[in-house]
């Protein structure tokens, strides 16, 4: 999959997901959206840069880190989850924040003009990650943060692999098709892309979770909110309701 191809799909897979992708069944994207925030010691008066920053779950904290003095641009391929960020910043009454729909690899803003950058699950969707690690460095003044945080190697297992053998079983040409989160899943993998860019005092987090679930049900909320979606929607009504099936008797 090329570049172009490769934000093609991650834009229709998340403007497709946003109709779930804020649901509480999701709460994830929060929890690890103020972690990252949280560990990359944002100071008031910063101007932060978020990068795939879907419905602000990282970048709404970093606006109220930054303060009124600070600045946070969001940035995101989907219209759709940018305009729940829009919402949720106005509600919370936050001026310091603005998002843009684009790709962050190709914004053409000024060497050195943010003191933070933050990735939260984003790094992985564009094919060459050297590249695009290297366009934030190259955006980041001297001495700034460079914050990015990816999935770990067997992230929401054990449901997540019933997901997949359900779709090896009824589709198997779109087993794991589009799993671009599985390209970085170790801590030193991360350690060594960060490496590439030319950073050094790296330190990595390994941080172990789990996520709790009122229901079945709730996967399958996930599955609909996430990156799975772009497998979902490439499935007729009942091979659908057929996988749907696999996972809630799994879980059940």
């Known amino acids: 999959m090329n570049k172009e191809e490769a934000i093609n799909k991650a834009k229709t897979t998340f403007n497709s997901a946003a109709d779930y992708f804020d649901a509480p069944a999701l709460s994830f994207w929060n929890r690890f959206g103020q972690r990252t925030i949280e560990?990359?010691?944002?100071?008031?008066?910063?101007?932060?840069?978020?990068?795939?920053?879907?419905?602000?779950?990282s970048a709404i904290p970093a606006a109220i880190e930054a303060g009124a003095t600070g600045s946070v641009l969001g940035v995101?391929?989907?219209?759709?989850?940018?305009?729940?960020?829009?919402?949720?910043?106005?509600?919370?009454?936050l001026t310091n924040i603005e998002f843009q729909c684009a790709d962050f690899s190709n914004l053409d803003l000024p060497s050195a003009s943010f003191d933070a950058i933050v990735c939260v699950f984003g790094i992985f969707f564009l094919p060459d990650m050297e590249a695009a690690v290297a366009e934030l460095w190259r955006?980041?003044?001297?001495?700034?943060?460079?914050?990015?945080?990816?999935?770990?190697?067997?992230?929401?297992?054990?449901?997540?692999?019933t997901f997949w053998n359900a779709i090896a079983a009824l589709r198997p040409d779109l087993y794991k098709q589009f799993t671009p989160w599985y390209r970085i899943g170790e801590p030193a993998s991360l350690q060594a892309l960060i490496a590439s860019c030319g950073a050094?005092?790296?330190?990595?987090?390994?941080?172990?979770?789990?996520?709790?679930?009122?229901s079945p049900e709730d996967w399958w909320t996930?599955?609909?909110?996430?990156?799975?979606?772009?497998?979902?929607?490439?499935?007729?009504?009942?091979?659908?309701?057929?996988?749907?099936?696999?996972?809630?008797?799994?879980?059940?």
């Open 222 to 252: 996930m599955v609909m909110g996430g990156g799975t979606r772009g497998t979902i929607d490439k499935l007729d009504s009942a091979d659908q309701e057929q996988v749907k099936s696999i996972c809630l008797e799994f879980l059940s």
């Open 200 to 214: 050094n005092n790296i330190r990595v987090f390994a941080e172990t979770d789990s996520h709790h679930l009122a």
């Open 139 to 161: 955006m980041l003044r001297p001495g700034g943060t460079l914050a990015i945080t990816s999935w770990g190697a067997r992230v929401f297992e054990p449901a997540n692999q």
């Open 39 to 57: 560990l990359a010691d944002l100071q008031p008066g910063m101007q932060v840069l978020d990068v795939c920053c879907g419905t602000g779950a």
């Open 76 to 93: 995101d391929l989907a219209d759709g989850l940018l305009e729940l960020a829009r919402q949720k910043s106005q509600q919370q009454g």
